[in-house]
């Protein structure tokens, strides 16, 4: 079965710094895309960024870039230059295909606190 | 460009009584999806349809079911509410041929039961 895990309940990171956000998974599939989304407080699912399983550079996306690390089946987000704005819960999510259809599992999620 | 809607935005409802909640997909996504939220979770998915079809099915009880019309629109029915089932509920859609294309959420339903 497909897992995703995000070892981080909550980070803090200081305005105008990187953070790192850990997601790692775990498939048999070679096929599979790997999400980020981010919800802030008021409740709404906001996607970021995608990394396929077979492309060969990182995706950026603005601010968010993804770290994939295929080997170490690890794909991490890094949010560069913080803002307020981006305090919220981080979701990673994998999506793979499954008796035809695309199938999605989320880890339990991050949540970032950015400090002035 | 437009998003996938949800209806209503928040619900408030008591224990044994029924509710349907309603979800607009963006045009041409023929793939949706119903999760449910409980606080401080992450989305639980429960029941999903391709082409107005069920295609997969995940931790949605048997109260619950869904069922995608053939305008694409597609409706939640849980009945015999319980205290539980208080949670945010999202609707997803996606264009299932495209590997690069995420699933777009819904602003979600709150569900409340008193």
């Known amino acids: 079965a497909q897992k995703i895990t995000q070892t981080q309940p909550g980070m803090f990171v200081q305005e105008k710094e990187a953070v790192t956000l850990d997601c790692t998974y775990d498939t048999s599939d070679p096929s599979y895309g790997l999400f980020w989304y981010k919800q802030p407080s008021s409740g709404e699912m906001i996607f970021l960024i995608y990394?396929?399983?077979?492309?060969?550079q990182n995706a950026t996306e603005g601010r968010y870039s993804l770290n994939f690390q295929k080997a170490r089946k690890s794909a991490n987000l890094v949010i560069s230059a913080s803002q307020l704005g981006d305090s919220a819960m981080y979701f990673c999510a994998m999506r793979r295909r499954s008796g035809g259809y695309q199938k999605v599992t989320f880890g339990i999620g991050t949540k970032l606190q950015v400090i002035p | 460009a437009a998003g996938v809607i949800q209806s209503p935005r928040h619900l408030i409802k008591e224990k044994r009584e029924t509710a349907t909640l309603k979800c607009y997909p963006i045009?041409?996504?023929?793939?949706v999806y119903w999760y449910q939220q409980g606080p401080g979770q992450d989305p639980q998915f429960l029941i999903s349809f391709y082409e107005k079809m069920q295609s997969d099915k995940g931790s949605i009880p048997d109260r619950f079911s869904a069922q995608q019309f053939s305008d694409y629109h597609s409706e939640l029915n849980m009945s015999s509410l319980e205290l539980g089932d208080s949670a945010l509920y999202f609707c997803a859609s996606s264009l299932s041929g495209v590997s690069n294309q995420p699933q777009h959420f819904g602003d979600g339903t709150r569900l409340s039961i008193l």
């Open positions: 045009p041409r996504h023929d793939t």
């Open positions: 990394q396929g399983s077979y492309d060969q």
